[in-house]
């Protein structure tokens, strides 16, 4: 199964997608957490991982040269949702060499690409390579990747969730992140991926006004996470964040998304 975790800049993607992926594999799944935000840094420290694995984008030859592929494609007419990035029809996760994972505890993380230098340009071709290796990510059985997605909802304007299976949209409480949640809502519609919302860093009183908002705008939600000061305090010392935390928040939502609890 992949699944993509999006939401508002500071709704705490990152916080879920790690909490996810400890509970995932402590039940014995194999995790792939992929990276596809190309500015935020903390996810490695959050997985407990501290050597960076090289980015996606220098396995195809790097930024440059993935420009120049897509420039190929609008040159013969095709649109950035159309193109194709990588050579291969399908990628498994053994197929990708082991200089650009890193792994801790049975995850693994994979980064797309960062913006590492002023004036390099857009961010376009990480989403060209986000979109095309999710597209053909096939997965087996006990493997399930989490894709940790960039904030906001022009990553649906690329079409990198039309190869994953489900959306998690994090909501925090604030009236900006329920209305992008709605907007992630309704443009997951039009192309067919289920959008579930989880609430994070709530109360049980804010906890009960939010899911009665988000229920107003149709908007499925699949569990929530609560304030924790442990979780807080992690985050803000670059520290790993463990498989205990919110361990039964997480669990509820493990089983929405149909994933099976015991292994």
């Given amino acids: 199964?992949?699944?993509?975790?999006?939401?508002?800049?500071?709704?705490?993607?990152?916080?879920?997608?790690?909490?996810?992926?400890?509970?995932?594999?402590?039940?014995?799944?194999?995790?792939?957490?992929?990276d596809a935000d190309e500015s935020n840094p903390g996810l490695k420290h959050m997985l407990g991982i501290d050597v960076d694995p090289r980015p996606l984008m220098e396995w195809l030859g790097g930024k440059g040269a993935v420009q120049q592929r897509m420039i190929a494609a609008f040159s013969s007419g095709k649109t950035e949702p159309q193109m194709q990035i990588f050579s291969q029809k399908e990628i498994r996760i053994c197929d990708i060499p082991p200089q650009y994972l890193a792994q801790n505890d049975g995850i693994r993380l994979l980064?797309?690409?960062?913006?590492?230098?002023?004036?390099e340009g857009c961010a376009c071709p990480m989403g060209a390579v986000a979109r095309d290796l999710l597209t053909k990510l096939t997965l087996g059985e006990q493997e399930v990747a989490l894709v940790d997605m960039e904030a906001g909802t022009e990553h649906f304007g690329r079409g990198v969730e039309s190869g994953i299976d489900a959306?998690?949209?994090?909501?925090?409480?604030?009236?900006?992140?329920?209305?992008?949640?709605?907007?992630?809502?309704?443009l997951a519609g039009e192309i067919g991926v289920r959008a579930l919302a989880v609430l994070n860093k709530v109360t049980p009183e804010v906890e009960k006004t939010l899911r009665q908002e988000l229920q107003s705008r149709s908007i499925p939600v699949s569990g929530s996470v609560g304030y924790s000061p442990e979780v807080f305090r992690a985050c803000l010392g670059g520290q790993p964040?463990?498989?205990?935390?919110?361990?039964?928040?997480?669990?509820?939502?493990i089983e929405a998304l149909g994933l099976r609890l015991g292994r």
Avoid: C, H, W
Wanted: net charge positive.
């Fill in 167 to 186: 959306m998690l949209v994090v909501v925090e409480p604030s009236f900006e992140s329920v209305l992008v949640a709605e907007k992630i809502n309704r």
């Fill in 111 to 119: 980064r797309i690409g960062k913006i590492v230098r002023s004036l």
């Fill in 1 to 34: 199964m992949k699944i993509g975790v999006s939401g508002k800049g500071g709704s705490g993607k990152s916080v879920i997608a790690t909490l996810l992926a400890n509970s995932l594999a402590a039940r014995g799944y194999d995790v792939l957490v992929v």
């Fill in 241 to 253: 964040l463990s498989q205990v935390q919110a361990e039964q928040d997480i669990a509820a939502l």
